[in-house]
C-alpha cells in the first residue's frame, strides 16, 4: 500500500524568504505522480505542483519548486520569496499512474507567513 | 466555467442518524471522488464514480455510500452515523480520459458534525 509521510506538522518563514517542507513516500510502483496541495482556511484543496515520477527533472510552478529524488523517495517543495497568502496547510500527496484516480495524502504542514 | 460545489456547507447530526452530501462537477467531468478529511489529518479517499458507476473504493464500510447522476453530480450517503464520521467531506471532480493525465478539481467541503 502506498502511504505519505509528512513529518513537519508546523513550519513558519519570514516573508520574502524561502521555506523546505518536506514529504517522504513508500511504494513498489515505478510509475506514478506526486502532488503539492495547498488548503487555506476556505478549505478548497488547491494544486500547486505535480511531478511525474518517470521524469527527472524537478517541476517548477512560478515560486515553487520541487526537489524529486526517486531512490530515496523523496518529494520536497520549496517555496521562494513567501507571501502571506502562502500561509495555509500543505499536503503532499500520491497517485498511481495509470489506475485508479484516488490520491494518497500525507497528514500536512501548517505554514505560517511572518510579515 | 462553473467549479466544483459542495451543498451544505455545514451539517449537524446526531449518532445513528442518516446524511446526505452533496456534490455538483465542473462543467465537461465525468467523474467525481470523494474523501474524508478527518480533523488535523489529510483527506482518505472513500469512493470514486464514473459515469454513474462506482469506479474504486477505498477504506471504507458500507454504510458509506454513492451515487452519480447523468448529468455528473453527486450524492454520498452515510447511514447509522458515529461520532468518529465527524469531518470535513470533500469532492472532487475530473475528466476521465483513459490514461491520459486528469487533474482534480476540488470543491470547498461540507463539514459534518456528529453529537
Known amino acids: 500500500a502506498q502511504t505519505v509521510t509528512q513529518s513537519q506538522p508546523e513550519m513558519s518563514v519570514q516573508e520574502a524568504e524561502t521555506v523546505t517542507l518536506s514529504c517522504t513516500y513508500d511504494?513498489?510502483?515505478?510509475?506514478?505522480?506526486l502532488f503539492w496541495y495547498k488548503q487555506p482556511p476556505s478549505r478548497q484543496m488547491i494544486l500547486v505542483i505535480r511531478?511525474?515520477?518517470?521524469?527527472?527533472q524537478n517541476a517548477t510552478e512560478n515560486r515553487f519548486s520541487v526537489n524529486f529524488q526517486k531512490a530515496a523517495k523523496s518529494f520536497s517543495l520549496k517555496i521562494s520569496d513567501s507571501q502571506l497568502g502562502d500561509a495555509a496547510m500543505y499536503f503532499c500527496?500520491?497517485?498511481?499512474?495509470?489506475?485508479?484516480?484516488?490520491?494518497?495524502f500525507g497528514t500536512g504542514t501548517r505554514l505560517t507567513v511572518i510579515p | 466555467e462553473t467549479g466544483v460545489t459542495q451543498s451544505p456547507t455545514h451539517l449537524i447530526k446526531t449518532r445513528g442518524q442518516q446524511v446526505t452530501l452533496r456534490c455538483s462537477s465542473q462543467?465537461?467531468?465525468?467523474?467525481v471522488s470523494w474523501y474524508q478529511q478527518a480533523l488535523g489529518q489529510g483527506p482518505q479517499f472513500i469512493f470514486q464514480?464514473?459515469?454513474?458507476?462506482?469506479?474504486g473504493r477505498g477504506n471504507f464500510p458500507p454504510r458509506f455510500s454513492g451515487l452519480q447522476f447523468p448529468n455528473y453530480s453527486s450524492e454520498l450517503n452515510v447511514n447509522a452515523l458515529e461520532l468518529d464520521d465527524s469531518a470535513l467531506y470533500l469532492c472532487?471532480?475530473?475528466?476521465?480520459?483513459?490514461?491520459?493525465?486528469?487533474?482534480?478539481?476540488f470543491g470547498p467541503g461540507t463539514r459534518l458534525t456528529v453529537l
Open positions: 472532487a471532480s475530473s475528466e476521465n480520459r483513459g490514461s491520459v493525465y486528469n487533474e482534480q478539481f
Open positions: 511504494t513498489s510502483e515505478s510509475d506514478y505522480y
Open positions: 511531478q511525474e515520477a518517470y521524469k527527472q
Open positions: 500527496a500520491y497517485r498511481s499512474r495509470p489506475g485508479a484516480n484516488n490520491l494518497f
Open positions: 462543467s465537461g467531468h465525468n467523474t
Open positions: 464514480y464514473y459515469r454513474e458507476e462506482e469506479n
